[in-house]
């Protein structure tokens, strides 16, 4: 059986839509999670007019950031280099979920129980959206990063999807940026322009 994913149409986003970047909206979260739907992968996988719901983990320990290849998965995808460790939110984390807040948290733990081996400090924390149509990947996906710091810098992969595991500073992240995916292109841009700044890392309010 074909995984079920939670999905919602493109169209909610209005103005948003073409842009790239990452940000925080209450009200267009609430207006998403009020109209998703829960269909095939393989029915929206390539289907532009459908959105489909992605947790995106940041793992932080102090000033530095885990990074990883992608080694399978998304054939689109592989070989790049990410600092997001994440996946579809899918039937299961639906069923036993309350709150939009819960469904999320739910999705990004169990996404990171299934990727990697690391000792969390707290639980995730939401930063904000990321969207970006500016390629085909980008176009059929909507992220909810989330933030996970960890005690110690220490990683270890527990799927075959997940490959050079390493802690990176923003400085180096910067240096190797044309190597990553465009959310994570996108993410560390975000991250450093907060850093320098010395705000929080949370997306601003559209």
Avoid at 88 to 112: F, T
Avoid at 129 to 155: C, M, W, Y
Wanted: with cysteine; aromatic share 8%.
């Amino acid at each position: 059986m074909d995984e079920k994913i939670l999905c919602f149409e493109s169209k909610l986003l209005g103005g948003i839509r073409g842009s790239s970047s990452v940000f925080y909206d209450r009200d267009l979260w609430m207006r998403i999670r009020g109209n998703l739907q829960l269909l095939p992968r393989y029915a929206v996988e390539n289907d532009p007019k459908y959105k489909q719901l992605v947790v995106y983990v940041v793992v932080e320990y102090g000033d530095r950031f885990l990074a990883y290849r992608r080694n399978r998965g998304d054939e689109r995808l592989e070989g790049m280099y990410s600092i997001g460790i994440g996946g579809h939110v899918n039937a299961d984390d639906e069923e036993v979920s309350g709150s939009p807040e819960e469904l999320i948290l739910r999705a990004a733990e169990r996404e990171i129980s299934e990727e990697i081996e690391i000792e969390p400090y707290g639980d995730p924390e939401i930063i904000g959206f990321i969207n970006d149509d500016s390629d085909p990947v980008g176009k059929v996906h909507f992220g909810i990063v989330l933030r996970q710091t960890v005690r110690e810098p220490v990683a270890e992969p527990k799927s075959e999807e997940i490959g050079d595991l390493e802690f990176l500073s923003l400085s180096q992240l910067g240096k190797r940026k044309q190597r990553f995916e465009n959310w994570s292109r996108i993410l560390i841009s975000f991250i450093r322009g907060h850093r320098s700044c010395g705000d929080a890392v949370k997306g601003s309010e559209s």
